[in-house]
Every structure is written in structure tokens, then in C-alpha cells.
């Protein structure tokens, strides 16, 4: 005879074997995934309710891979289109995911966009970036939507030190700047990540390495979102630009230093490139800035890989 307990504990083990495909599928999360499986990014979020110091989203350009970089922004409809086309022409991609090239909260394109694409594509991973300001008041959206996967840029729970990373912050119709910004910021950013892990949503925490401001920091904030239930943490270089033009980028093997520092208390992602917020294919492989000839030769090539026992 069934019991309610028995129910409950078929239910964990089936939601625990969903979360395991969607870690084994997405290319952020797997570092065995990256090389099978793709991720699309829709360009459809170009307000952002902060100005980080380092951020610049003026510009595009096809050498650059980095967050805030789009040749377009779609409308919530074109995105779906553009989602069809290449899940058809490209399969192995499995994750759909808004990035930018602002915050994807503060557009409510992101959730028309993610809604259109759950509709049509139930089995995708829905995936959004975020820099977690909103994230405590808009995650019940994320839930509705079904949104599984999570990223949160976290770069510093000190809000002095936060305070020198960021110039403002627009919240609740009010500008915000210093202290009091980097205050709210924190504290919006630790409370939004706590109660997504608590849903059950796969939290990864972006991490940008300034140094001679949060160099030394980084290993707090990585035992603190290892409390938090964290699954992975993604320390990433700066990228020197806007008013952090002038400043000196860290050293490859001082992001290393870091990432093993932090190691003992999360999982390191060692592969990102910094993706462009309209990107998508393989990581370190973004088609979108490839020609036409090329995306068919790496389609043939990931459908062999897909399907190796079939016959050319």
C-alpha cells in the first residue's frame, strides 16, 4: 500500500534525477557538457537598474566576447523565432538563456521571452543571468516560468568594498550610490541567492576579479555562498573598460591562484569566455559571429559526435 511518504520520496527521486540531466546538459555547469551540448543566449534585456564600474554595453563588435555585447536586442517574439531556427539546426543545444545585454529583471521582455520559449520548447533548460538586485522580488516569476538554472554576478558581500565596483544602483524608482547602494545590493543579492537554492533552483555565482579591490575578498565570498547551497562558482577576469579603462587586468595565473583558493568551498568553473549576451552553439565556439560555411561544418561535426554509431 502506498503511503504519502512514499509519494514524497518517489517525487525527490525524480526531481533529483531532473536536476542531475539539466547539470549534465548545461555547458556552464559540466565541464563535460561543454563539449557536447550548447546554450543559446537572447538578446532581449537592454535596461539595467545598475551601472557596475566596468561595464560597457555601448559597443559591438565580432572580435569581442563579453558580457553586454549584442549586434541586436530582439523583440520578445523574434527571439522565439530565432529559438526555432536554431534549435532545428542545431540540437545539441539544450539551454536557452537570457544574459543581457542589461539585467535581464529589469525587462519584462525577459519573462514574455521565457514564457513564449516554455510554451513551445517544454524540455529546454531555461537559464537567466543576473546581477540579483531584483532577483528576492521577481524570483516567484522565475519559479511560475519554470526557470531551472541561475546565475548571479556576486562580487563582493562587503559593501565597502562593493561600494568601490559599482557607481549606482536604480531601486524602487530611487537612485542610490556609496555605501547605501553597495548595502542594498548585498544584501538583495545574498537574500535573492538563498531563497533560489531553497526552490530548488542550480545557483551559479559569477565572480569578477578586480585587483587591489576585491583580490583579496574573493575567498569570503566563496565561503559564503558555499553556506548558501551553492553549486558553482565562476571567478571571471576584468575586462578593462569603462571607468576601469585605465586599471591593469589580473594575470592568468593570478585567476588561477584564486579559483584554488576557493576550490575547497565551491566548484570552480575553469572554461567560460565571457560570452556575448546574443551568443550561442558551443562554448569558445559562438556562431553567431561565424559564417555560414562554418556553422555547417561544426553542425556536421556535433551531429557525428551526437550520433557516432550512425553510418556517413
Do not use: W
Not at 516560468?145 to 561600494?163: K, R
Amino acid at each position: 500500500m502506498e503511503t504519502e511518504e512514499t509519494n514524497i520520496c518517489e517525487i525527490e527521486i525524480s526531481r533529483d534525477d531532473d536536476i542531475k540531466r539539466v547539470i549534465a546538459q548545461h555547458p556552464c555547469y559540466s565541464k563535460e557538457a561543454q563539449h557536447k551540448f550548447g546554450r543559446i543566449h537572447l538578446a532581449v534585456a537592454p535596461k539595467c537598474n545598475i551601472q557596475c564600474n566596468y561595464c560597457d554595453r555601448k559597443f559591438d563588435c565580432v572580435n569581442e566576447s563579453r558580457p553586454g555585447v549584442t549586434s541586436e536586442v530582439l523583440a520578445p517574439q523574434e527571439a522565439l523565432e530565432k529559438t526555432r531556427q536554431v534549435l532545428k539546426d542545431y540540437p545539441f543545444i539544450k539551454v536557452v538563456g537570457i544574459a543581457g545585454p542589461g539585467d535581464p529583471l529589469a525587462n519584462d521582455a525577459t519573462f514574455e521571452t521565457l514564457e513564449l520559449i516554455k510554451n513551445e520548447f517544454p524540455d529546454v533548460t531555461l537559464c537567466l543571468s543576473t546581477n540579483g538586485l531584483a532577483l528576492p522580488e521577481k524570483l516567484p516569476d522565475l519559479l511560475r516560468i519554470g526557470v531551472t538554472t541561475l546565475t548571479v554576478t556576486l562580487n563582493a558581500i562587503d559593501p565597502e568594498i562593493e561600494a568601490q565596483l559599482i557607481g549606482h544602483i536604480s531601486y524602487h524608482g530611487k537612485i542610490y550610490r556609496g555605501i547605501e547602494a553597495a548595502e542594498i545590493m548585498v544584501k538583495n543579492q545574498l537574500e535573492g541567492i538563498r531563497l533560489a537554492v531553497e526552490a530548488g533552483l542550480v545557483v551559479k555565482v559569477n565572480t569578477v576579479l578586480v585587483p587591489g579591490i576585491n583580490d583579496k575578498h574573493i575567498i569570503e565570498v566563496a565561503k559564503k555562498i558555499n553556506e548558501l547551497g551553492v553549486f558553482i562558482m565562476n571567478v571571471m577576469p576584468l575586462i578593462c573598460q569603462a571607468k576601469f579603462a585605465d586599471r591593469e587586468p589580473p594575470s592568468p595565473s593570478e585567476c588561477k591562484a584564486v579559483q584554488n583558493e576557493c576550490e575547497p568551498y565551491v566548484q570552480q568553473m575553469r572554461h567560460c569566455r565571457q560570452c556575448r549576451s546574443d551568443a550561442f552553439g558551443l562554448i569558445g565556439q559562438d556562431l553567431s559571429q561565424m559564417s555560414e560555411e562554418r556553422r555547417n561544418v561544426i553542425k556536421l561535426d556535433m551531429e557525428k559526435k551526437m550520433h557516432p554509431d550512425e553510418k556517413a
